[in-house]
T-cell receptor, first 113, second 113 residues
Framework: DAGITQSPRYKITETGRQVTLMCHQT?????MFWYRQDLGHGLRLIYY???????DKGEVPDGYVVSRSKTENFPLTLESATRSQTSVYFC????????????FGPGTRLTVL | GENVEQHPSTLSVQEGDSAVIKCTYS??????FPWYKQELGKRPQLIID?????GEKKDQRIAVTLNKTAKHFSLHITETQPEDSAVYFC????????????FGTGTRLTVIP
């Protein structure tokens, strides 16, 4: 699915640093989502966006900031990274809300030392 | 918030046999139940979903059943093949509430040739 991409694919950072994970989709989907995947927890929704300039918290939003100035981009920022934010992060997009198919990006593996 | 429990966490079957994965949810208002498949190192992909106004849905070798009274739903895979080996995630969402998608913790299915 080349329609949704994430960068970087791998990132190592240190505690306290700011990190931004990028997500870009070419389908013009109105909805975009950020999840984190951890062993024993499955996938957990961090934030989602219904359209440009509209964002909403998910299940685990603390420590994260999102913005959506353009429909195709949905960056996720960790303002001050902590070790507990070590995870695999997936971006997804869809034509409708959470109750419809979501198309996932390839993921970003983030390690916070 | 919603609590989705998924069992078993691992499942091994012989090629050609059937596999069943079960999930329970806590929020009686939940009304959309997707199943995602994630192959090793890959992104999750939707394989089937069901809405609360339907009790069963089939797509070739895959079927999902929903029991709203008991608040559980199941994934059935018949005539399993080695390419069915993956981690499967169930999820649920309450469209009338916070609209968040909550995932189970996943089932690692191994199909033995």
């Amino acid at each position: 699915d080349a329609g949704i991409t994430q960068s970087p694919r791998y990132k190592i950072t240190e505690t306290g640093r700011q990190v931004t994970l990028m997500c870009h989709q070419t389908w013009s989907h109105s909805y975009m989502f950020w999840y984190r995947q951890d062993l024993g927890h499955g996938l957990r929704l961090i934030y989602y966006s219904a359209a440009a300039d509209i964002t909403d918290k998910g299940e685990v939003p603390d420590g994260y900031v999102v913005s959506r100035s353009k429909t195709e981009n949905f960056p996720l920022t960790l303002e001050s990274a902590t070790r507990s934010q070590t995870s695999v992060y997936f971006c997804a997009s869809g034509t409708s809300g959470t109750a419809n198919e979501q198309f996932f990006g390839p993921g970003t593996r983030l390690t916070v030392l | 918030g919603e609590n989705v429990e998924q069992h078993p966490s691992t499942l091994s079957v012989q090629e050609g046999d059937s596999a069943v994965i079960k999930c329970t949810y806590s929020d009686s208002a939940s009304n959309y139940f997707p199943w995602y498949k994630q192959e090793l190192g890959k992104r999750p992909q939707l394989i089937i979903d069901i809405r609360s106004n339907v009790g069963e849905k089939k797509d070739q070798r895959i079927a999902v059943t929903l029991n709203k009274t008991a608040k559980h739903f199941s994934l059935h895979i018949t005539e399993t093949q080695p390419e069915d080996s993956a981690v499967y995630f169930c999820a649920s969402v309450d469209q009338t509430g916070a609209n968040n998608l909550f995932f189970g913790t996943g089932t690692r299915l191994t199909v033995i040739p």
